[in-house]
């Protein structure tokens, strides 16, 4: 009964409802466009390109593009370009002086650096869209596959074109939609796979004679437990006190206040899995060129359910977990801040002892932050070796489920505080829903 009144508050709200609505209209554009084949394209000859997107890196890119990138759609390259633009951009923020001034220059500055993102997006638009058509037709065969250099250049506008619309879409569903548009999209695309993956699955295990149904609810009930600790993960924090100095300007005192600095035990987000997946990437596909008859060690290390691959890419998690928050928490700055607004922390003084203290906090929580991080991206792998499928088992850790998990909570968060705003009940009975407050 409270869902029901719940639902019934949002729709009473106007403005809500309008953006509900308008995100809707939105992804049902996304979703249709997700369809529309390449001009020039045979659906009917897709099916190798389908059986390369069911297995390893391939598999990930086609559920970030919600099936696009196994359907040769104009979608094809899906928010994947600009997710990389905007990590370039961040990483020459921390490293480049001229970055950092404009990070620091307010909004004139963060519109600056939005065209460096959209001009970076094309150009990595234009070297992967010929790539994706050379695999497309590796995978086609050159007899099924359009001849010409004319298709190959237009091919390429039409799925850059495809990509930049897509981050048009995610811009209007930030602006008036729900918000978190670019991340909205491609949780729904990695929302649209859940369906299919769940309903093969089920109909395998019914299939099996032994005990499949029960080995279901099993699955189903460890994938629960998964969800709940990749929330914990997203949303743990360590809360460091902060007391202001009390001022006195004329009749009214300012300060005096304590507040406190949430430093989350999880600050790289998914990135560290993205750039170990991205460096573990690049040794498979020499290997699978250059390797014919590989020993029981190499092959082990090719195969994303052997032990090294995943013993390697659960340290390079960790490794770059650290380098990650390294370069995104600056105690030394966080410590000149504090000073600046007559701020301590209770017990350390000011300045240097301040910073030394952040950074041992920030070193202890996280190790175990990073762990947990590699063991969350390594499940996917041991759902397999369990018996899960390949498709279904992506949503037991890895990207997908982190992604997934933040962004619901964060649409839950604009939800809520729309209620709140209205003065209506929030979504739970008690508390109040926290987003993941950080940038994937």
């Known amino acids: 009964m409270r869902a029901i009144e719940t639902i019934k508050?949002?729709?009473?709200?106007?403005?809500?409802?309008?953006?509900?609505?308008?995100?809707?209209?939105?992804?049902?554009?996304?979703?249709?466009?997700?369809?529309?084949?390449?001009p020039g394209i045979d659906p009917a000859n897709l099916d190798a390109l389908r059986n390369q997107t069911s297995k390893g890196l391939m598999q990930l890119l086609d559920m970030f593009s919600?099936?696009?990138f196994s359907n040769a759609s104009i979608f094809a390259l899906g928010i994947m370009p600009y997710i990389t633009a905007s990590i370039v951009i961040q990483l020459l923020g921390m490293?480049?002086?001229?970055?950092?001034?404009?990070?620091?220059e307010g909004e004139s500055g963060r519109t600056k650096l939005n065209q460096y993102t959209r001009y970076l997006t094309v150009i990595i638009l234009l070297l992967q869209g010929p790539a994706y058509l050379v695999n497309l037709k590796v995978q086609m065969g050159s007899a099924l596959f359009p001849s010409g250099w004319l298709f190959i250049v237009s091919s390429t506008i039409v799925l850059a074109a495809g990509s930049m619309f897509i981050m048009?879409?995610?811009?209007?569903?930030?602006?008036?939609?729900i918000g978190n548009g670019i991340s909205f999209i491609i949780l729904v695309g990695i929302i649209a796979r859940l369906p299919l993956a769940f309903a093969a699955e089920f109909t395998s295990r019914l299939a099996s004679k032994q005990g499949g149904l029960v080995m279901f609810l099993i699955e189903i009930i460890f994938l629960l437990a998964v969800i709940a600790a990749a929330i914990l993960l997203v949303q743990g924090t360590r809360r460091v006190p902060v007391q202001y100095a009390k001022r006195i300007v004329g009749n009214k005192q300012y300060g005096g206040a304590r507040q406190y600095i949430p430093l989350k035990v999880n600050t790289a987000g998914v990135m560290p899995i993205i750039f170990a997946q991205a460096i573990m990437f690049i040794p498979i596909t020499i290997a699978g060129f250059s390797v014919t008859n590989a020993s029981s060690f190499w092959q082990s290390f090719m195969s994303m359910t052997g032990f090294w691959y995943n013993f390697v890419f659960a340290f390079l998690i960790i490794v770059f977990t650290y380098f990650y928050t390294a370069i995104t928490v600056q105690p030394t700055q966080m410590a000149e801040d504090m000073k600046r607004n007559n701020g301590f922390i209770p017990g350390v003084k000011p300045g240097k002892k301040t910073a030394d203290y952040l950074d041992s906090i920030m070193s202890r929580i996280t190790m175990p932050g990073s762990i947990f991080l590699a063991i969350v991206a390594i499940l996917p792998a041991f759902a397999q070796i369990c018996g899960v499928s390949a498709e279904f088992a992506q949503f037991f850790g890895g990207t997908s489920l982190l992604i997934l998990v933040g962004v619901v909570l964060d649409t839950l968060q604009q939800i809520e505080s729309h209620l709140m705003m209205r003065h209506y009940d929030g979504l739970?009975?008690?508390?109040?829903?926290k987003g993941r407050s950080g940038a994937y």
């Open 95 to 104: 490293v480049m002086p001229s970055f950092q001034k404009l990070q620091r």
């Open 9 to 38: 508050n949002i729709w009473k709200i106007e403005d809500l409802r309008k953006r509900i609505i308008t995100t809707i209209l939105l992804v049902l554009v996304y979703r249709v466009g997700s369809y529309v084949v390449l």
């Open 428 to 433: 739970m009975k008690s508390g109040r829903i």
């Open 66 to 68: 919600g099936g696009a």
């Open 168 to 177: 048009w879409l995610g811009e209007r569903i930030t602006d008036k939609g």
